[in-house]
């Protein structure tokens, strides 16, 4: 049995993949056997405590995403190098694991992909240099695919960082709370699921405006996903979306909902409650009854119609494919599961 036979099935249900052509299902369940393949030999170190904190993330698993993004998008090639392909679909996902141990320290996050956090197990100093420890390593992988590659990875960790710092910082002076947040995340989710398919496309030899359209594809993709993320965290029930409801507020993180809510006639008892991180269930009760009845779902559902129709356009210069099809599909549930 491979050990990714469960991945088609879990990003049907976490992306709404759609793959009805058999042979390219085998296509794609092959490659990530050798993607994850890839990073378990990557990861891996004589220094049992680099092994054990590195591995830690990687023997989650995960829905690999990008990797499979990154190997979706290669099929809109001639030819190229498969070796490539998984290379920089492998190298991606390392980049997204170490964002992910860089977060939980930022967040103090206790858990990730239903186990401990490394900063919870360890400390933050160990999840912190585990980070690094993957950044270094999917460098290294990218070094073997050629300059343009290098040179497109390191201004995605640009990006990656940026938009973390903007993040941070907030919004400054005359900038508008809604462009913003829209810019961030497009930085911290957007970038890097843009260069996934760019690699894929690259990497397979893919005509010039094919890979541009993958690239921005995989940029409003990304942004999208953060935006339906956001309207679930507020308007689904537990049993619905699978987390607790009001994790944002609970995290003092304003997401597009509660800026849209914000920028138009607010309400002063929902000004209160969003000036900080909220610890009473009671006070998160109260503030996800006044963002649902406020007019912020509904253009943040707006908006996120907006990325999938422009995502969809993105599409319309590929030719015609059962992974077009897969890429569509995709577009289409990013509406579909905040409903």
């Not at 049907?12 to 390219?24: N, P, S």
């Not at 960790?157 to 903007?166: D, K, P």
């Amino acid at each position: 049995m491979s050990v990714r036979d469960g991945t088609i099935d879990e990003l049907r249900a976490a992306v709404g993949l759609q793959i009805a052509d058999e042979e390219l299902l085998r296509t794609l369940v092959a490659g990530l056997d050798d993607v994850e393949e890839v990073l378990r030999g990557v990861v891996s170190s004589d220094v049992a405590a680099i092994d054990e904190a590195a591995r830690h993330l990687v023997d989650a698993g995960g829905k690999r995403f990008r990797p499979m993004f990154t190997l979706l998008a290669s099929q809109f090639g001639e030819g190229g190098s498969r070796d490539a392909v998984i290379t920089a679909a492998a190298a991606v996902e390392l980049v997204h694991l170490a964002t992910l141990y860089h977060d939980d320290v930022m967040d103090e996050a206790t858990m990730r992909r239903g186990a401990p956090s490394v900063n919870a197990r360890w400390d933050n100093s160990v999840a912190i240099l585990t980070g690094d420890y993957l950044f270094a390593h999917a460098s290294r992988l990218v070094a073997d695919l050629g300059t343009d590659a290098a040179r497109i990875i390191a201004e995605t960790f640009g990006e990656l960082v940026t938009g973390q710092m903007r993040e941070t910082v907030g919004p400054q002076g005359g900038d508008d709370p809604v462009e913003h947040y829209l810019s961030v995340i497009g930085q911290k989710t957007g970038s890097l699921i843009a260069t996934a398919g760019r690699f894929g496309g690259m990497f397979s030899d893919a005509a010039p405006e094919h890979v541009e359209a993958l690239h921005r594809f995989g940029e409003i993709v990304g942004t999208a996903f953060q935006i339906s993320d956001d309207i679930i965290d507020i308007a689904s029930p537990p049993d619905t979306s699978g987390k607790a409801q009001g994790t944002d507020l609970r995290e003092g993180v304003r997401t597009l909902p509660m800026h849209y809510a914000l920028s138009c006639d607010p309400d002063p008892r929902l000004v209160a409650l969003l000036a900080g991180p909220l610890t009473d269930d009671a006070l998160v009760a109260e503030a996800l009854d006044l963002l649902r009845r406020s007019g912020g779902l509904e253009r943040t559902r707006a908006t996120l119609a907006d990325y999938a129709r422009r995502a969809r356009e993105e599409l319309a210069v590929l030719p015609q494919s059962p992974a077009r099809v897969a890429c569509e599909s995709v577009a289409d549930y990013l509406v579909a599961r905040t409903h």
